[in-house]
């Protein structure tokens, strides 16, 4: 037994050394520069692989965009590179319709996540495109990037995002998509609908008027399905005169500091409070007595929508 296992020990330290894998030391010197967030937005599967390639030459440590300037100097100083740049990206939300503007049809009761409201009957909200503000974005960011306002909308921080797109992917509504934070100008809508048809279902959704696209430079802003869509390969161009003669508010100027800008014929929104659930014609049981809307919501019209 003991020949047996000093066999055995021989055949794995030849093993070990045929088999053994060489990594440059300053993988991990460059890892530990690194803020090991490993969001993947600088296209790599984490911090590991990020500095395997950083240490290959085939990435610039400035594309990761979440490190401080001193990380990805010192990365650079360290592998003797250029740092290189990289523009940071943000997630950014196309839809303003909080519960003080947007109409809902239909209480939603069920398992509070955007994903189960959005099976039952699309969740109730009178814009099927809307928000439905059950957090599941928020609770998706490992980067406590996104938190619910008072109105049930995501307000999304532009210092803590990562652009790592789980909130992209986890909104059923698709309403989320990364952009560079240049891109200032912005749609907060996706309501395909006409003029008064999309205006009833929300106070601040786009109305397709035109206006914007005729203030803008030509070509950069278009309407596509009574929508605002803007082309941003021609951000350079971008302006806040769009947003000035919009009368809902649809389009907004994102500013760094205090965040969406509303132009200066937009409506004046002043409610805080809910708006009251409307009626709906949905096969769906009515609301039983001890279930009734709250004060100031409409009474005995309300539906429910139960999962």
Known sequence: MGGLGALLAAVLAVADKKFYVYEDPRIEE?????????????????????????????IAPGKCTVNSPEGVQAIATLLKVDAGSEEKRVARLACAGGSHVATHKARYAGLESCRAA????????????????????????????????????PVVSEVRCTACGDCVEVCPKELFSLHLVSQRLW????????????EADCEVACTGCGRCAADAPTGLIRIVDYLAVIDYSRNTQARQAPIERCPTGAIVWMDKKSGPIRGLEAKKITRRSPLPVEWAEL?????????????????????????
């Open 118 to 153: 959005a099976l039952v009957s699309g969740g109730g909200k009178g814009c099927s495109w809307g928000c439905l503000g059950l957090a599941d974005c928020a609770r998706a960011c490992d980067f406590d990037a996104i938190e619910m306002n008072w109105h049930g909308l």
């Open 283 to 307: 096969p769906l049981q009515k609301v039983g007595a001890s279930q009734r809307a709250p004060h100031g919501a409409s009474q005995g019209t309300t539906r429910d929508l139960r999962v």
């Open 187 to 198: 749609v907060a809508c996706r309501n395909l609908l006409n003029g008064e048809l999309a």
């Open 30 to 58: 460059v890892l530990s520069l690194l803020p090991k967030a490993n969001c993947g937005a600088c296209g790599c599967v984490g911090c590991h692989a990020f500095a395997e390639k950083a240490v290959l030459g085939e």
